[in-house]
């Protein structure tokens, strides 16, 4: 396999790393700002993307976070114990445990997704100089 990636393609790929490095310790604080932890913000953000209505269960958010299911249900407690969330059992199955944003969590997510959107908006040129070229085939590298 031969290489088509040039200098100036590991200097975009290393800028664009070190400014996700730069958004993530950017949105832990956010997080801490509105009293959560970065893996809380994380939780909130599975619950209200979750496509189905009736929310998540414990175990598509532990899929969603790629943690295991007891640490997600360790997560789950202490951001319930917070009043950013809520168990409900699922109408159709009740052994089905299904999670809710409360009042709190809904305002905490919306508030914390309105600046994240802003701030990846910063990062959208650098991720544009890492687009396949003109051909659409992606660059490869050996």
């Known amino acids: 396999m031969t290489s088509n990636a040039g200098d100036l393609d590991y200097e975009s790929l290393l800028r664009f790393r070190i400014a ?35 929310g998540p269960t414990v175990g598509e958010v532990a899929d969603y976070l790629l943690i295991r299911h007891n640490s997600t249900v360790e997560l789950i407690d202490r951001t319930e114990a917070l009043g950013f969330i809520v168990r409900r059992t699922d109408d159709a199955d009740r052994r089905v445990v299904r999670l809710a944003l409360t009042t709190k969590g809904a305002q905490a997510i919306r508030g914390l997704t309105a600046a994240h959107l802003h701030e990846l908006a910063a990062l959208a040129p650098l991720l544009n100089e890492l687009n396949p070229d003109a051909s659409g085939r992606p660059r490869r590298v050996s």
């Open 20 to 54: 996700l490095r730069r958004f993530n310790r950017w949105s832990e604080g956010q997080a801490q700002a509105v009293g959560l932890t970065h893996a809380q913000h994380q939780l909130l953000l599975s619950v209200k993307g979750h496509p189905d209505p009736a």
